[in-house]
């Protein structure tokens, strides 16, 4: 049982384009959502976050949609740039019972962004 | 401030044998996790500790196990190994804030089992 999807293991795009990363999640327990970018043979570093109680969180060129409704979540960087390559993990956690250090991960987005 | 780090970062088994890995958190860092990632299963939540407890424990088979040391650093144990059991392990460490889920990442344990 996968409660959180990244249906598109890959997504190529443009230099100075827009990536889009979605993420869908079945748990309506989750109330926090974050995103790690890892690049390979180094671990996954965090990228930017959102809580429930929001439904857009900007940082810099990446911002971070949440619908609720649809238990949807993607990730948008803009401009793109090469440096960005890279697989992309949608995260969740839920704060009730204070279990919110244990992240149930998606698969992950390889990202390519072509020069 | 040093990052997450982890010991061995390779390491080749043979099935049977047992595996001990190594983690130091982030200084004042308290909880440790650690994650199983293979490339059919992305990663796997194993156990968490805070304050050589363990607090949160996922969906793996006892020959999987951990523990914690008073100065927070962590080692996870894996006996009998299976040839499944080839993955990277990460280990992350957090702050003990029950606001955020964000965690901090060591570059992981590559382990081999022949």
């Known amino acids: 049982d996968q409660q959180v999807k990244q249906n598109s293991p890959s997504l190529s795009v443009q230099e100075g384009r827009i990536s889009i990363l979605n993420c869908d999640y079945t748990?309506?327990?989750?109330?926090?959502f974050l995103w790690y970018k890892k690049y390979p043979a180094e671990g996954p570093t965090f990228l930017i976050s959102i809580s429930s109680i929001k439904d857009k969180n900007e940082d810099g060129r990446f911002t971070v949609f949440l619908n609720k409704s649809a238990k949807h979540l993607s990730l948008h960087i803009v401009p793109s740039q090469p440096g960005d390559s890279a697989v992309y993990f949608c995260a969740a956690s839920t704060s009730s019972g204070g279990s919110n250090y244990k992240l149930t991960f998606g698969k992950g987005t390889l990202l390519t962004v072509n020069p | 401030k040093a990052g997450v780090t982890q010991t061995p970062r390779y390491l080749i088994k043979t099935r049977g044998q047992q595996v001990t890995l190594s983690c130091s958190p982030i200084s004042g860092h308290r909880s440790v996790s650690w994650y199983q990632q293979t490339p059919g299963q992305g990663l796997q939540f194993l156990f968490e500790?805070?304050?050589?407890?363990?607090?949160n424990k996922g969906n793996f088979p006892g020959r999987f196990s951990g523990r914690q040391f008073s100065n927070s650093r962590s080692e996870m144990n894996v006996s009998t190994l299976e040839l499944g059991d080839s993955a990277l392990y990460l280990c992350?460490?957090?702050?003990?804030?029950?606001?955020?889920?964000?965690?901090?990442f060591g570059e992981g344990s590559r382990l081999t089992v022949l």
């Open positions: 500790y805070f304050s050589e407890t363990q607090r």
């Open positions: 992350a460490s957090s702050l003990n804030t029950y606001s955020t889920g964000e965690l901090f």
């Open positions: 748990n309506s327990m989750f109330d926090y």
